[in-house]
């Protein structure tokens, strides 16, 4: 099997536990099979294994997501990277051209388009499978995945198949509408359109032939910024004829919002939380290092990060967004492929980070123009290089480097950081990057 994952957005309906490097997807409140927490990535990427574990597996994501991926997948998950934001339609162009000029899969094959953060069981990746097959029958051109609905929702688009069987001829799209009007489709025996669907890769690669003007992966990757931000709905579906859906009737929720996220999470509270008897339906997720104590309340999501403290009536959490886009802080923490990171505190002139470097890991080879650092190395051993000298560190150990000083620092067992920045103007874009050229 063939799947593409897209994974985008900033997921500003689960502040804080989400920002613009750390979208919902990478959260972790999901329990895995050996009891530790899992994201919502890594739970969609271990059942599709489960189901078939020689899928090749792509995620079409931007640049930002990249180090969060490799962080929680590895290094061997494909990723279909877009040199900025071009909508639904250049995102999905570019991850096939990435499959079939990159990684060598047949025009004649199959591929199943996904979001990556669905709340599904391991039926629906069966169904996806079968998805799959169905597209390389060459029946139709596109194959849509259609959910069978449980209730009037406002928040999808519909499609009305020609008649009722398990797979079936599309009569018609609909927008997403107000909830009588989803009544009235779910009559017609309207379904669910969750944004998954099937093709073969000459299918799509010829539509995209015909809108943009490239010759092969490299060359639409570099033409990538120029193209038309259009959607897949918009440039392919609407105007396709030859369109197929299969019926989906199991499990499958889009946890986009606070209220529908607690309601998949077996646990009340994740993180350091005490709920007394009084609590009816209360959730908590604190990733701080602090406890979190609720009494008395009922419906209620509470949620603490570096990037801030939410308290919610749980239905009014799905109205957060405005208001989070309201703020324009500075990015507390993150998941990067080396590590992580998490900012302590900031000042006019200084901020402190805890870094934390995996075994094996290391920094970019790079300076600062405008500041100073200050490490100072709290567990675990490794190899600091200052403007060219090499320096075995261990707890307890300081390292001082002023501005312009190049400078990395190589984890050999989990390397744990307090770093001081200094200075008047201190911006993430204060960083000039060299070719690592040193033996270890």
């Known amino acids: 099997m063939n799947i593409v994952l897209l994974s985008g957005g900033s997921g500003k309906r689960l502040w804080p536990l989400s920002n613009d490097i750390r979208s919902k997807q990478f959260i ?5 099979d050996d009891g530790q927490y899992e994201s919502m990535v890594q739970r969609v990427y271990h059942q599709i294994k489960r189901v078939d574990k020689d899928a090749t597996v792509t995620i079409a994501t ?5 180090s969060a991926i490799h962080n929680q997948l590895g290094d061997d998950v494909g990723i279909s990277v877009e040199p900025c934001r071009r909508d639904t339609f250049p995102a999905i162009v570019l991850a096939t051209a990435y499959l079939h000029y990159v990684q060598g899969v047949s025009l004649e094959e199959a591929v199943v388009v996904c979001p990556v953060d669905p709340y599904v069981e391991d039926e629906y990746f069966k169904a996806l499978e079968e ?3 169905q597209a390389q029958k060459g029946e139709a051109n596109l194959v849509l995945m259609g959910i069978e609905p449980t209730y009037p929702s406002e928040k999808y688009g519909y499609i009305i198949p020609m008649g009722t069987q398990p797979v079936d001829m599309v009569k018609t799209f609909k927008e997403k509408p107000d909830a009588k009007t989803a009544q009235a489709y779910i009559k017609e025996g309207a379904l669910w359109n969750g944004g998954v669907f099937a093709y073969k890769l000459k299918y799509v690669l010829e539509k995209a032939h015909e809108l943009i003007d490239f ?3 490299d060359d639409l990757y570099a033409k990538y910024g120029t193209l038309t931000k259009i959607s897949f709905d ?6 396709e004829d030859r369109i197929q859906v299969m019926r989906f009737q199991g499990e499958w929720k889009d946890l986009g919002t606070w209220n ?3 309601e998949a999470m077996e646990d009340d509270s994740v993180g350091e939380a005490i709920l007394n008897d009084t609590c009816e339906n209360v959730h908590v997720v604190n990733e701080l290092d602090m406890p979190v104590v609720c009494m008395g309340l009922k419906d209620v999501v509470v949620s603490a990060s570096p990037e801030g403290i939410l308290v919610s009536d749980k239905e009014q959490s799905s109205y957060i967004k405005p208001i989070v886009e309201q703020l324009d802080g500075q990015v507390m923490f993150a998941d990067k492929s080396w590590g992580s990171f998490r900012v302590v505190d900031v000042e006019e002139e200084s901020m402190t980070i805890k870094v934390t470097l995996n075994p094996g890991h290391k920094m970019n080879y790079h300076s600062h123009e405008r500041r100073d650092e200050i490490w100072n190395i709290i567990s675990g051993q490794g190899t600091a290089i200052v403007d060219g000298m090499q320096q075995e560190v261990k707890a307890g150990d300081v390292i001082t480097m002023e501005a312009g000083c190049r400078h990395t620092i190589i984890a050999k067992t989990e390397l744990k950081i307090i770093e001081v920045q200094i200075g008047k103007e201190i911006r993430v874009d204060d960083k000039q990057k060299y070719e690592f050229e040193f033996e270890l």
């Open 62 to 66: 931007s640049k930002t997501q990249v």
């Open 260 to 262: 529908t996220l607690t």
């Open 234 to 239: 918009y440039a392919v579906v609407e105007k």
């Open 28 to 32: 972790k409140i999901f329990k895995g």
């Open 215 to 217: 010759t092969d992966y």
């Open 131 to 133: 998805l799959g097959n």
